[in-house]
């Protein structure tokens, strides 16, 4: 029978425990596919690019890399970066590389709480309760402006200077991401997030945007907060969050904090978003290539799978990344962990519990 929905996927597992998160997030995919009976198809195109490839080619990705992909509906990201590269060279050469060449202007990053995992919020749950992050994926500090000097007046003398840039256009659109998010979510509020006492040029026409574009959602409440404000206060009152909009770096850190504070890096998802669509998105976890634990077969794979499900979603298959939320949720609750979050199951077994719940949610549906 032929497929009624085929989706072509270009899948970069990249370093570290990449490949063993991806196998998990493939495995998943598998089974949407298995309970679509024949309606949903994946194609999956594998491409060996990370570090290894840098040491062996001189190069992280392919020179038509770009050109390569273009024709995907989504790219699946493993995790880049390897003690064998230096970080800000693997990470420019693939994963940036990608998101600013694709416009992936939106980073959308949940901050998610599962049920059986222990939060790290000392005496206090918020099991079911969720935030997500909006990270300004297309400039800010992460423009890459900038450079190195004068290393030749002698050692200890060289000078480097790294710019931010803020366009009017940039913050615009990823506030009105942030706001018409907020607008389908259950208590309609947006928090802007900047350093605007200290970087008085780009984060104070950031706080103008903000301010301005806040007049076209009226039914939307809105704050303002100093980023070092706001790291206390995702410790403090995470329930007061729940859209989180801020520039690259900050939501960076912010989203890594969010993440830790679920119970590990490992259970967080995100999606690099070309909004316009003329462009394929880049679905990944947070979590990057943790050396520390590669090859073991210890990595959680929720962050992955999570991702999955966010990829799912934005291919118009609602449906079915709600059911692999669901079977996260199921096999977390039956205490199907990995050791990040107290438990001793390995990566495999884990996403095969999740494999395993879809299986069934199929059958009871
Ligand atoms: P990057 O800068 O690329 O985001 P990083 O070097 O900041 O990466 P990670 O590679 O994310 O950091 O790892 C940080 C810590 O979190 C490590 O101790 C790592 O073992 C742990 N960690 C990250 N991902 C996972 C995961 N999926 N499962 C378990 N532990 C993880």
């Given at each position: 029978m032929n497929a009624k929905k085929t989706f072509k996927l270009a899948v970069i597992p990249g370093d570290g425990i990449g490949s063993e998160v991806i196998d998990a997030g493939m495995k998943v995919l598998k089974q949407v596919e298995v309970?679509?009976?024949?309606?949903?198809?994946?194609?999956?195109?594998y491409f060996p690019w990370g570090c290894d490839y840098y040491l062996e080619n001189g190069k992280m990705m392919a020179d038509d890399g770009?050109?390569?992909?273009?024709?995907?509906?989504?790219?699946?990201?493993g995790a880049v970066g390897y003690s064998n590269v230096p970080d800000h060279v693997s990470l420019w050469g693939l994963r940036l590389n990608i998101c600013q060449n694709f416009d992936q202007w939106a980073n959308i990053r949940p901050v998610r709480f599962y049920k059986g995992i222990p939060g790290k919020l000392a005496n206090r749950?918020?099991?079911?309760?969720?935030w997500v992050l909006i990270r300004?994926?297309?400039?800010?500090?992460?423009?890459?402006l900038g450079g190195r000097n004068l290393s030749g007046r002698g050692l200890g003398k060289e000078v480097a200077i790294q710019s931010a840039l803020f366009t009017e256009e940039g913050c615009e659109r990823i506030i009105r991401y942030a706001f018409d998010l907020a607008r389908t979510r259950k208590r309609k509020r947006v928090t802007s997030v900047t350093k605007s006492n200290a970087q008085q040029y780009g984060m104070v026409l950031w706080d103008e945007v903000f301010a301005r574009v806040s007049k076209d959602y009226p039914d939307v409440e809105t704050n303002q907060w100093l980023v070092d404000a706001m790291a206390a206060q995702f410790i403090l009152h995470p329930e007061e969050?729940?859209?989180?909009?801020?520039?690259?770096?900050?939501?960076?850190i912010l989203s890594d904090l969010g993440s830790a504070l679920t119970g590990s890096l490992g259970l967080a998802p995100s999606a690099n978003i070309n909004p316009e669509r003329r462009f394929p998105s880049m679905f990944e976890s947070v979590h990057g290539?943790?050396?520390?634990?590669?090859?073991?077969?210890?990595?959680?794979?929720?962050g992955a799978i999570g991702s999955?499900?966010?990829?799912?979603?934005?291919?118009?298959?609602?449906e079915e990344s709600n059911d692999v939320m669901r079977a996260i949720e199921e096999a977390t609750s039956k205490g199907f962990l990995t050791r990040d979050v107290g438990g001793t199951n390995s990566t495999i077994e884990v996403a095969e519990a999740i494999v395993e719940n879809l299986s069934k949610n199929k059958v009871e549906n």
């Open positions: 309970n679509s009976q024949g309606e949903i198809k994946f194609e999956s195109v770009l050109d390569q992909l273009k024709s995907f509906d989504a790219i699946y990201f749950s918020i099991e079911d309760h969720d300004e994926n297309s400039e800010g500090e992460y423009a890459g969050l729940e859209v989180v909009v801020a520039s690259n770096l900050i939501a960076d290539s943790a050396p520390d634990i590669a090859g073991q077969g210890i990595a959680n794979p929720i999955a499900a966010m990829m799912l979603e934005h291919l118009g298959l609602k």
